[in-house]
């Protein structure tokens, strides 16, 4: 067998390098982040548009068939197996006091996972992720139903956006006996 290598090419100096530059760059994006800026997820709830901190959202799904799990609140639409994982699947907006528009082919479910909370939230329309300066979230309007489950409120492109506190929301009444734990 023919040994021709280069000594001087070493494997693991270039591995160590390139998961140096790999962290040093998400440490970098995380605390630029924590400083100053929020990142969220948008999405369409009863026409309008609401958001969350991205960082609990896991993955977007169409909606998959869910399952009716008896005697659950109405807002706990049923199950999913994701990948082998029970799933329950919520509908937040009659929590939310928003309209309740037939879900079309745009719907989605948004996996969250808040603490040792695991759960799929169904949504109108995924918008998009958005970082918005922490300085321009406002008080929640006067006008919006169901204020406790709410962060604030910011206006992108001249239209309102809600920030949901999914911690609250998950650990409404509502869906206490229909969300998995970890």
């Known amino acids: 067998m023919n040994d021709n290598r280069d000594e001087s090419y070493d494997t693991r100096a270039i591995l160590e390098k390139m998961r140096e530059e790999y962290w040093q760059g998400v440490t970098e994006e995380v605390v630029e982040e924590a400083e100053d800026q929020i990142t969220l997820l948008t999405f369409l709830l009863g026409g309008e ?3 969350m901190p991205a960082v ?5 799904l169409k909606i998959p068939q869910v399952i009716r799990v008896p ?3 109405p807002s706990v ?14 509908d937040v907006r009659s929590v939310l006091g928003v309209k309740l528009y037939e879900i079309s082919e745009g719907g989605r479910v948004i996996i969250t996972e808040v603490e ?4 799929g939230i169904v949504v109108e329309e995924v918008l998009g992720i958005t970082q918005i300066p922490n300085e321009e ?8 139903a169901k204020k406790d489950y709410l962060d604030g409120q910011v206006v992108i492109e001249e239209k309102p956006l809600v920030l ?3 911690e609250k929301m998950l650990r409404a009444p509502d869906f206490r006996s229909g969300i998995g734990k970890r």
């Open 116 to 119: 040792d909370l695991y759960t």
């Open 77 to 90: 639409l049923g199950i999913i197996n994701l990948r082998g994982r029970i799933t329950p699947i919520i």
């Open 137 to 144: 979230v406002s008080s929640v309007s006067s006008a919006i």
């Open 56 to 60: 609990y959202a896991k993955e977007i």
């Open 49 to 51: 548009a609401f958001g």
């Open 164 to 166: 949901i506190n999914m």
């Open 71 to 73: 005697r659950t609140p």
